[in-house]
Every structure is written in C-alpha cells, then in structure tokens.
C-alpha cells in the first residue's frame, strides 16, 4: 500500500501529464494508475482501444479502481482523454 507521501508525489508527476495537451503521447504508458491491482496507463489504454468506452468497462477488462479506490479519479480523467484522442 502507498503511503500519502508517495501518492502526493505520483499525483503530482501524473497531473502535467494528463493536462499538458489532449494527447495521449504525453502520458506514460508504463505509469503505475492503480497501485492496489498494479494497473498501467498502458493497460487502460489496450482496454479502450479494445472498445471499452466507460470507466465501468476499463475497470472489468483491467480491474483498475477496485482496491483502495483513491485512483478511480485519475482513472477517469485518463479514460476520458484516451476516448478523446480516438475521435
């Protein structure tokens, strides 16, 4: 389990990464998103690329946010720009 310490610090290197620009090429496919089931960026995208289009069907294909649940909204923020550069 991460200490805050260290989910202060991840959430602060994700946070540019995320919001830099709408393209997915700034995030850090092999990023750690969810500690607790030890999902990657990477294994979020293969879900959304593998047509999953909601939070609830990339949870189901890579388990994300079913630990501690403090990355749900990361998730979330992740997925939504992954969909956004499929359009």
């Known amino acids: 389990i991460m200490l805050m310490e260290e989910y202060t610090t991840w959430i602060i290197g ?7 620009e709408r393209k997915v090429i700034h995030m ?4 750690t998103l969810c500690y ?6 990477g ?3 293969d879900a ?3 047509g ?3 939070f609830e069907e990339v949870q189901e294909a890579t388990n994300v946010g ?3 649940k403090r990355c749900v909204e990361d998730a979330k923020r992740v997925i939504e720009e992954l969909l ?3 359009q």
């Open 48 to 50: 959304v690329n593998n």
């Open 84 to 86: 956004l550069d499929k």
């Open 28 to 31: 850090k496919m092999d990023k």
């Open 66 to 68: 079913r630990g501690c």
């Open 14 to 20: 994700i946070i540019p990464i995320l919001f830099k």
């Open 52 to 54: 999953a289009t909601t």
């Open 36 to 41: 607790c089931m030890k999902v990657k960026i």
């Open 43 to 45: 294994d979020v995208a």
